[in-house]
């Protein structure tokens, strides 16, 4: 059973579009973090957030952190050619005493 | 950036063999991290360390053992090769997660490992 379920798995958007990815769970995490990854590269934290309910902004990039702390998002507006990559959510569970559990990502791909 | 070297980038190897890559920091961070990445499972944690000599195992530590003799230094062996280990292997590290710090990690560049 995967602990975090992210959606969509694959997605192919225009320039210029808007697009979500979401990252669900049942259980309650401390902190949730997104990471992006480019091919032939390790992924790359992007953003942490730690608040039920919280909103983080990194230019065009807007993620979101669930009231009850067991989901996130990511919202991307206007997306670009240089956004295409892997995006991976990861969570910290409240214990805090076991490693990051991830999601299985969402394989972005922005076309010109 | 972290510096966090992984060796061998590259590695085609026979079934049976064994292996041994290498992960290497420089950031005297306490926790280092073995992790495999295969299409449509996404990252998956093989061996942690959260000390020199304290190790742990993962979701899929089966024909992998880890070895951390100091600090800078976690490496990762396969005692005898098997095709399902093909994968990416990646090096990562972090501090401690705690109230000052949420756990992020920093990673390598991967290890691509092919097994024949």
């Known amino acids: 059973t995967q602990l975090l379920e992210q959606s969509p798995q694959f997605l192919s958007i225009q320039e210029g579009e808007n697009l979500t990815v979401y990252c669900n769970s049942s259980s309650v995490f401390s902190s949730l973090q997104w990471y992006r990854q480019e091919p032939g590269e390790g992924p790359v934290l992007l953003v942490t957030?730690?608040?039920?309910?919280e909103v983080k902004k990194l230019k065009r990039l807007t993620f979101q952190f669930g009231d009850a702390r067991k989901d996130s998002s990511l919202h991307i507006t206007a997306a670009q050619p240089g956004d295409t990559g892997l995006y991976l959510c990861a969570g910290l569970l409240n214990s805090g005493n076991t490693p990051l559990v991830f999601g299985k990502g969402t394989r972005l791909s922005v076309i010109a | 950036d972290a510096g966090i070297t992984q060796s061998p980038r590259h590695k085609v190897t026979e079934t049976g063999t064994p292996v041994t890559l290498r992960c290497h920091q420089t950031e005297n961070h306490r926790y280092m991290y073995w992790y495999r990445q295969d299409p449509g499972h996404g990252l998956r944690l093989i061996h942690y360390s959260y000390g020199v000599k304290d190790t742990d195992k993962g979701e899929v530590s089966d024909g992998y053992s880890v070895s951390r003799s100091k600090t800078e230094d976690f490496l990762l062996t396969l005692e005898s090769a098997t095709s399902s280990q093909t994968s990416v292997y990646f090096c990562?590290?972090?501090?401690?997660?705690?109230?000052?710090?949420?756990?992020?990690?920093?990673f390598g560049e991967g290890s691509r490992l092919t097994v024949l």
């Open positions: 990562a590290i972090s501090e401690p997660p705690g109230w000052q710090n949420t756990g992020e990690l920093f």
């Open positions: 957030v730690v608040t039920g309910g």
